[in-house]
C-alpha cells in the first residue's frame, strides 16, 4: 500500500549530513504551570453583574440553534423552545445544574503518554495555530494552504517540546477535497506527530473521524476512548447569539463519546458584539454557558472547556484587531468567569500584523500576557499565526516558540536558600571586583540563565560581520534547521497500517458527499 502524507521526510543516517554542528537549543519538555495568582481584572460584584446579565440574556433573549437534535434535547430538559424561530430561552436553574455534572479539569491522552494534556487548575499548554487557509515564509512566500506545508509546520510542533498540542489544521490543505481532507490531516498528526490534537467538529462526521482515528492510534475502542479523552474541539459560536447546525451536532458528537469541548463564542466587539467591553463579556459568557449546558445534556461529565476569543475591530475599517488592550483585558478578565464556573479556560494570543514583523511580535505578546495573567489552561494558535489568522507563518512560529519559552521561563518560581542567596560567593570576590571566575559562577554558569533561540547577544560589529540578520532573517534559518534535525516519531506498523485502511475506507464511504 502506498505510504501517506508524501513528501516524508528522510530520517536517520540519511539525514545526519544535513544537520548543522549543533541542535537548536529548546527548554526539556515540561508540564507547564502558572504557580503566580491570577490577576483580579474585575471586582467580586463586577463578575456578578456579568453574570446576572448573561442569565437575563438566556431567559429572556435566547439563542438560535439550528439543530432539530439539539432542539429537541432542550425542550425534553425543560428549556422554552420556539421551533419556528429555532430560539431556546433557558432559565439560570438548567445552568446550574449543568455545572453541577461538568468538570473543573480532566487530561487528554495522545498515543505516548509523555505528551499528556492536562487541562484546568494552573497548568498552561500551547498549541499550533489553526485553520488559516494561507501559509508563508520569507523565502516563498504567501501561497495557499497545502499538504506539503502542513506537513512541515506540524513536525515543526512535534519538533520543540514548548508546543503541547496541535489544532485543527494548521492550514487548510486546499488541493485536497474539502469533504475528506480531515481524513489527510488527522493522519499527519498522528503520524508526524505523538501529541494530541484539535479535530474539526463541522458535523457529526469530520468529530467521529477524528475520534475513531485517535483511538485507533492508542490500540482503544471508543468505549474506552470515552473515559479517557485524547482529543478536543473548538466550537465556534456565530455570535451574536447562533448556533449552526453543523457546529452544534460536532459539539453533540465530541460530548456523546466523552471527548473535551471548547465552546467559544467569536465575540468582535462593535461588529458581532457590543462596542463596551462589559456588554462583550455578557454575550460572550451567555454563549458560552449555552454550549456548556448543551454538552451535558447530551452526557453529564462531558470534558468541557470556557472558551473566549473576545477582541475588537477598527472601527475605521470594519477590520478585526487582535494583541488590543481591549483584547488582553478580555483574556483576563474571562479567566476570572472560567474560575467562577469552575471550568477549565482556553484562550487565544494574537495579532492582525501582515508580516512577522515588530506588530506581529508585540501584538502577540500583549495578548499573550492576558492569557498567562488570566490563567488560561489552553493557549490556543500560540504559535505561528500571522493575518489575523488568514496565514500560518512559519517565521511567525519562530517568534512565538521564542516568546512562549520566555514566557515558561518567567512562570518558574524563584528560588531562595543557601546555595541561591550566594553569601559566600559575596563575602569572597572584593570590592570592585567581578563574579566570572567565582566557584559558585562556575558551577552554574551553564545553566544559570535561559538560552534563547532567536534573540542575539552580539555587539554590533560581530552581529554585522555574522551578516546581520534581523530576528525574521534568523527565524527563517532556524525553522529550516529544526526540520533538518526533526526525526520523527516511532509508530506500530500495524497501528499505521490500521489508520491508512481507515482512511480508504472511509474516503470511498464519502465520495462526493459530506462525511
Not at 487530561?107 to 489553526?130: Q, S, Y
Not at 502577540?364 to 504559535?383: D, R
Request: net charge negative; with cysteine; glycine share 8%.
Amino acid at each position: 500500500m502506498r505510504r501517506m502524507t508524501e513528501p516524508r521526510r528522510k530520517r536517520g543516517a540519511e539525514r545526519t549530513s544535513n544537520r548543522g554542528p549543533a541542535a537548536i537549543p529548546q527548554l526539556p519538555l515540561r508540564r507547564v504551570t502558572n504557580p503566580y495568582p491570577p490577576m483580579a481584572m474585575l471586582s467580586a460584584d463586577q463578575i456578578e453583574a456579568i453574570h446576572q446579565a448573561s442569565m437575563h440574556i438566556l431567559e429572556n433573549f435566547g439563542i438560535e440553534v439550528m439543530s432539530p437534535r439539539a432542539l429537541s434535547l432542550f425542550e425534553k430538559a425543560g428549556a422554552k423552545v420556539d421551533h419556528a424561530s429555532m430560539t431556546v430561552r433557558i432559565e439560570r436553574g438548567m445552568v446550574d445544574e449543568a455545572l453541577k455534572t461538568t468538570r473543573s479539569s480532566y487530561t487528554l491522552t495522545p498515543r505516548n503518554l509523555a505528551h499528556t494534556v492536562h487541562l484546568g487548575g494552573n497548568t498552561i499548554n500551547f498549541t499550533l495555530v489553526a485553520g488559516p487557509p494561507n501559509v508563508h515564509d520569507m523565502e516563498r512566500g504567501r501561497r495557499a494552504g497545502n499538504l506539503r506545508d502542513y506537513c512541515d509546520l506540524t513536525r515543526l510542533a512535534q519538533h520543540f517540546n514548548c508546543i503541547h498540542m496541535l489544532g485543527n489544521q494548521v492550514c487548510a490543505p486546499v488541493e485536497l477535497p474539502a469533504n475528506s481532507r480531515h481524513l489527510d490531516t488527522y493522519f499527519a498528526n498522528l503520524t508526524l506527530t505523538d501529541k494530541s490534537f484539535h479535530v474539526s467538529a463541522i458535523g457529526r462526521g469530520r468529530a467521529l473521524d477524528g475520534i475513531e482515528m485517535m483511538a485507533i492510534s492508542r490500540g482503544l475502542s471508543l468505549d474506552q476512548m470515552r473515559d479517557d479523552p485524547g482529543v478536543t474541539t473548538i466550537i465556534s459560536v456565530n455570535s451574536p447569539r447562533r448556533f449552526d447546525e453543523m457546529m452544534a451536532e460536532g459539539l453533540m458528537t465530541m460530548a456523546e463519546f466523552g471527548q473535551s469541548v471548547a465552546v467559544t463564542p467569536f465575540t468582535l466587539m462593535g461588529a458581532m458584539s457590543p462596542v463596551t467591553l462589559a456588554g462583550a463579556l455578557a454575550q460572550q459568557n451567555a454563549e458560552a454557558l449555552f454550549g456548556v449546558v448543551l454538552t451535558q445534556l447530551v452526557r453529564p461529565g462531558a470534558p468541557v472547556m470556557y472558551g473566549a476569543f473576545t477582541s475588537n475591530v477598527d472601527m475605521k475599517s470594519g477590520a478585526p484587531a487582535f494583541g488590543t488592550p481591549e483584547n488582553t483585558k478580555a483574556n483576563i478578565a474571562s479567566g476570572q468567569l472560567a474560575r467562577r464556573y469552575g471550568l477549565p479556560y482556553r484562550t487565544t494570543p494574537g495579532s492582525a500584523s501582515n508580516a512577522a514583523d515588530a506588530q506581529g511580535a508585540y501584538e502577540t505578546l500583549m495578548a499573550l500576557w492576558g492569557a498567562v495573567l488570566g490563567h488560561g489552561n489552553l493557549v490556543y494558535h500560540a504559535a505561528g499565526w500571522q493575518e489575523g489568522g488568514l496565514t500560518a507563518s512559519f517565521e511567525k512560529f519562530i517568534i512565538d516558540v521564542e516568546m512562549i519559552q520566555h514566557m515558561m521561563e518567567f512562570l518558574r518560581p524563584i528560588e531562595v536558600n543557601e546555595a541561591e542567596l550566594a553569601v559566600e560567593a559575596l563575602g569572597a570576590v572584593p570590592t570592585g571586583g567581578h563574579f566570572f571566575g567565582e566557584p559558585h559562577t562556575l558551577e552554574r554558569y551553564a545553566t544559570a540563565f535561559y538560552q534563547p533561540i532567536l534573540s542575539n547577544w552580539q555587539n554590533y560589529e560581530a552581529w554585522q560581520e555574522a551578516g546581520g540578520l534581523d530576528a525574521t532573517a534568523r527565524a527563517t534559518r532556524l525553522w529550516k534547521k529544526a526540520l533538518e534535525d526533526h526525526v520523527e516519531p516511532t509508530i506500530d506498523i500495524a497501528v499505521r497500517e490500521a489508520l491508512e485502511a481507515y482512511v480508504a475506507r472511509r474516503k470511498e464511504a464519502i465520495g462526493q458527499g459530506e462525511p
